[in-house]
């Protein structure tokens, strides 16, 4: 028996046929689950993350204990954008993975943003 597809792998499916990263412009990836947030920098081509960013990281993890989801996601943004900058790279594409650009995830990009990030 086949497994269903969700809308959301419809919609993520049908945003990677479109963007791709580069080593110039490799691709911010956002993950949400229901209490935590992960943001990868992807270089497609060669295959290989550059830089990850999650509420579980240990960096992160005792920073955002008492805040909540959005908050949490901000500091996502910017730590992802620092590690990211750190690296070499200042422009990168936005996967939103299927989610919809609303709360967490427009969270994490306009923090990336501020930091430095150029979408």
Do not use: C, W
Request: charged share 30%.
């Amino acid at each position: 028996m086949a497994e269903r597809v969700t809308p959301r792998q419809k919609r993520k499916a049908r945003i990677r046929k479109k963007i791709s990263g580069t080593a110039e412009r490799p691709r911010l990836t956002v993950y949400r689950s229901l209490n935590h947030v992960y943001a990868q920098v992807v270089d497609d081509v060669a295959g290989r993350t550059i830089a990850f960013a999650g509420t579980t990281s240990k960096a992160l993890r005792e920073a955002v204990k008492e805040d909540d989801k959005v908050a949490a996601a901000k500091k996502v943004g910017t730590a992802i954008a620092k590690a990211t900058l750190e690296k070499g790279v200042t422009q990168v594409v936005f996967d939103r993975n299927g989610f919809d650009y609303h709360g967490r995830v427009a969270a994490v990009a306009e923090a990336a943003r501020e930091a430095g990030l150029k979408f």
